[in-house]
């Protein structure tokens, strides 16, 4: 799914964060995402009704700060063997949201605790590490993907000129605890002179696996072998990566099928799309996928109803699923494997200039190729989420051009073969309108 904001599109947004402060500072300038340090920290474990958050390095935040706490995993989904596979049941956690203030940093290094205090409790959503009764996993195990994102904050008008990026700003992906997010705040107007670019920056793609025997027709939704059947991808649902089978999981693509086919496209928004069949047995090398036994390319992710759960939640694209391959030696790289989804962009502002042709990316990555001969693709990755809380957003006066966001889901792999082919990802979502605001006492 692809957007186009043309010229003097209004919205209608809750400005509330934008009044914090007066507009004083003199016109600043975003040239480049920070990645060392990155502004982005796990949360280990939590404390004092989940205001007081636990971290590895505290030292990237400090007091007034702007953060955003997001949890990126928590849903529950269908695991029988049956058609609803991988449905979601519970959303839970999974997508929220939230921005806040820091009150405070501490760090104790002697008893190796730091911790980034806020200035209130998060209580607009509940967040699976705080809360989660008997949770006895926390904080041993990342099981929900609850970071904390510190927000580039300008009091004033900001330029986004990405002049150390090439002229594309450009976050680090998500590596399975941080990353993925871009998050802007200017109480002014923000006049976009660059790209902003997360595509493939979200959940992982899923692995490629391979045999040299002739087993074929795995139909089954979950398979326990790695011979037979290609790694979902990463999504909603915690630990889908590791999983292998034709079914997807909540957002996640499921794997390619043995003997040869696509992995399926991951989703988000949108769908995912259904992978390549197997082309054929050794016995027979000349059918096609006409045989049910032989309709096993990867399943697309489901989609998430945004709709059903009556509050803004901001979500990673799914990873395309891997595709399975009858050869194991490969001379592509990362022959087969499932792209990664787009990642999240949230941008508050009380206007923005564009300065000519520009886009805001959140697409997801395309699935790897297969080498030639039979083998299955990856499947597409699902395009990721783009938050806009921006009034008005113009073209100046005597420029010529065009804002685009795109959220699309990535192409699937291609291969050599009729079928086999990986699918492409589904569309992200596009949301204008209000951000959820921790409220406190200044």
């Not at 186009?4 to 007066?22: D, E, R």
């Not at 203030?101 to 200035?119: A, F, I, N, W």
């Not at 037979?228 to 991808?233: D, H, L, T």
Request: net charge negative.
């Amino acid at each position: 799914m692809k957007k186009k904001l043309s010229l003097h599109l209004l919205l209608i947004a809750n400005t509330v964060l934008l009044t914090v402060a007066a507009n004083t500072s003199a016109q600043q300038s975003l040239t480049t995402w920070p990645t060392s340090p990155a502004p982005y920290q796990k949360v280990l474990d939590a404390g004092d009704c989940g205001k007081r958050l636990y971290v590895d390095d505290a030292s990237i935040f400090a007091a007034d700060d702007w953060v955003l706490l997001v949890q990126h995993r928590g849903a529950s989904a269908e695991g029988e063997e049956c058609s609803r596979y991988g449905k979601v049941q519970e959303y839970s956690a999974a997508g929220n949201f939230e921005l806040a203030r820091v009150e405070s940093v501490e760090t104790q290094p002697s008893q190796g605790e730091e911790y980034v205090v806020l200035k209130a409790c998060p209580s607009l959503f509940y967040y699976a590490a705080i809360w989660a009764p008997g949770n006895t996993d926390f904080p041993n195990n990342n099981l929900y993907g609850y970071q904390l994102v510190k927000v580039h904050y300008t009091d004033g008008d900001l330029t986004i000129d990405a002049s150390q990026q090439s002229g594309t700003l450009q976050a680090p992906a998500w590596d399975g605890a941080t990353g993925g997010v871009i998050a802007i705040i200017a109480t002014g107007t923000i006049t976009l002179e660059a790209n902003i670019d997360v595509s493939g920056a979200g959940f992982v793609g899923g692995e490629p696996n391979a045999t040299d025997n002739s087993d074929v027709d795995q139909t089954a939704y979950e398979v326990s072998s790695a011979d037979k059947a290609g790694n979902k991808g990463a999504g909603i649902v915690t630990g889908s990566s590791s999983l292998l089978g034709r079914g997807g999981m909540a957002n996640a693509g499921g794997g390619g099928g043995g003997k040869n086919a696509g992995g399926g496209g991951g989703s988000n928004f949108g769908a995912g799309g259904h992978g390549g069949d197997q082309i054929g047995t050794e016995d027979d090398p000349n059918t096609t996928a006409d045989d049910e036994n032989q309709k096993i390319g990867g399943e697309g992710g489901w989609p998430l109803q945004y709709d059903a759960l009556n509050r803004t939640q901001v979500f990673f694209g799914g990873g395309g699923g891997g595709g399975h391959r009858s050869q194991k030696g490969t001379t592509i790289q990362n022959e087969s494997k499932g792209g990664s989804g787009g990642g999240i962009i949230l941008i508050m502002a009380n206007k923005m200039e564009v300065d000519g042709s520009r886009t805001i990316n959140a697409s997801g990555a395309n699935g790897h190729n297969a080498e030639p001969g039979d083998n299955g693709a990856g499947g597409g990755g699902g395009g990721g989420t783009v938050l806009l809380d921006i009034p008005t957003i113009t073209i100046p006066t005597g420029l010529t051009g065009d804002l685009t966001v795109n959220v699309e889901g990535g192409d699937g792999g291609n291969t050599n073969e009729a079928h086999c082919t990986g699918p492409g990802g589904g569309g992200g979502e596009v949301l204008f309108g209000s951000v959820p605001v921790q409220s406190h006492r200044s």
